[in-house]
């Protein structure tokens, strides 16, 4: 089992920024795939980012490469999302999520580990 919590969300403005935090236990960060979701009022949830614990291999959706930047500190057992140059359609509840294995997958269906979620509004 895996326990995730997330914090740092919030009110923001666009072109603003963010840092969101994910704590895990139950396992080390070297043993499992972490992710980024996010789910906005009326939409599916997607795929934001996502880190390999043994590799450190990162991918990112389309539409925050550049502007998002996931990171951990294995140490802490914590897992990041600094968010930078934000946009209204970013808001939405982040979720932290985690995976056996070794491939940042991109579905929600390969995570197994969910966190609460935090609330991110970015207003215009």
């Known amino acids: 089992q895996v326990h995730l919590v997330e914090s740092g969300g919030g009110l923001v403005q666009a072109g603003g920024s963010l840092r969101l935090s994910c704590a895990a236990s139950?396992?080390?960060?070297?043993?499992?795939?972490m992710g980024w979701f996010r789910q906005a009022p009326g939409k599916e949830r997607e795929f934001v980012a996502a880190?390999?614990?043994?590799?450190?291999?990162?991918r990112y959706a389309d539409s925050v490469k550049g502007r998002f930047t996931i990171s951990r500190d294995n140490a802490k057992n914590t897992v990041y999302l600094q968010m930078n140059s934000l946009k209204p359609e970013d808001t939405g509840v982040y979720y932290c999520?985690?995976?056996?294995?070794?491939?940042?997958?991109?579905?929600?269906?390969?995570?197994?580990?969910w966190g609460q979620g935090t609330q991110v509004t970015v207003s215009s």
């Open positions: 999520a985690a995976r056996d294995g070794s491939i940042p997958n991109r579905s929600t269906t390969a995570y197994a580990y």
């Open positions: 880190i390999s614990g043994s590799d450190g291999n990162i």
């Open positions: 139950g396992r080390t960060l070297r043993t499992i795939v």
